[in-house]
């Protein structure tokens, strides 16, 4: 079963608008932790935000912020504003407890091409 | 220079030969990755590695194996490279919150 989904495998964007990218994950951990990424047309991958299952409140990093509800198990990434650099596909991901106690991995959805239009 | 360095950046070889990526890193962590991304798929973990001595399979390891010469160094290897591996690999490391550190990553094409 698919532990982090996006449901929307492009998206197109007026420049200046905001824009909420979807993730929902799954898990019956009840420590975690949600990422986003972003990986322009160069390839990079660029952390943008992180979430942790116990954080009361939502994530903020400049124009990002991530629309965390934990009983919907949804993990939004909202940016403000947009700009043409954002034009880039985004990546949810979540921290997975691996069987080495203490040691973890990063499972990722499917990801989101987003498109920014001048 | 980067943090985590992968080489080569772009290969292109034929079905039947072995390939290695190399990767290396310094920022001192313990724990390191390789991930193959493939359009549509998102990124699949290979491998990982929590110290010299610790190998672990990935949910794709089928083809692959890696090798871990260093705290600093893990390579991923294709002992006999074929069409369907042709993909975008990238080494990752952790410091152990869970956020990873990517190279840039390394194209391969398998012909």
């Known amino acids: 079963a698919q532990k982090i989904t996006q449901t929307q495998p492009g998206m197109f964007v007026q420049e200046k608008e905001a824009v909420t990218l979807d993730c929902t994950y799954d898990?019956?951990?009840?420590?975690?932790?949600l990422f986003w990424y972003k990986q322009p047309s160069s390839g990079e991958m660029i952390f943008l935000i992180y979430?942790?299952?116990?954080?009361?409140q939502n994530a903020t990093e400049g124009r990002y912020s991530l629309n965390f509800q934990k009983a919907r198990k949804s993990a939004n990434l909202v940016i403000s504003a947009s700009q043409l650099g954002d034009s880039a596909m985004y990546f949810c991901?979540?921290?997975?407890?691996?069987?080495?106690?203490?040691?973890?991995?990063?499972?990722f959805g499917t990801g989101t091409r987003l498109t920014i239009i001048p | 220079d980067a943090d985590v360095t992968q080489t080569p950046r772009n290969r292109i070889t034929k079905t039947g030969k072995r390939i290695m990526l190399e990767c290396s890193q310094t920022?001192?962590?313990?724990?390191m990755y390789w991930y193959r991304q493939d359009p549509g798929l998102g990124l699949r973990l290979i491998y990982y590695?929590?110290?010299?001595?610790?190998?672990n399979k990935g949910e794709i390891s089928d083809g692959y194996s890696v090798s871990r010469q260093a705290q600093a160094k893990f390579s991923l290897s294709l002992e006999s490279a074929i069409p369907n591996q042709t993909a975008l690999y990238f080494c990752?490391?952790?410091?152990?919150?869970?956020?990873?550190?990517f190279g840039e990553g390394s194209r391969l094409t398998v012909l």
């Open positions: 990752a490391t952790g410091s152990g919150t869970g956020e990873l550190f």
């Open positions: 920022k001192g962590h313990d724990r």
């Open positions: 979430q942790g299952s116990y954080d009361e």
């Open positions: 590695s929590f110290d010299v001595k610790d190998i």
């Open positions: 898990t019956s951990d009840q420590s975690y932790g």
């Open positions: 991901a979540m921290r997975e407890p691996l069987p080495n106690f203490g040691n973890e991995k990063l499972t």
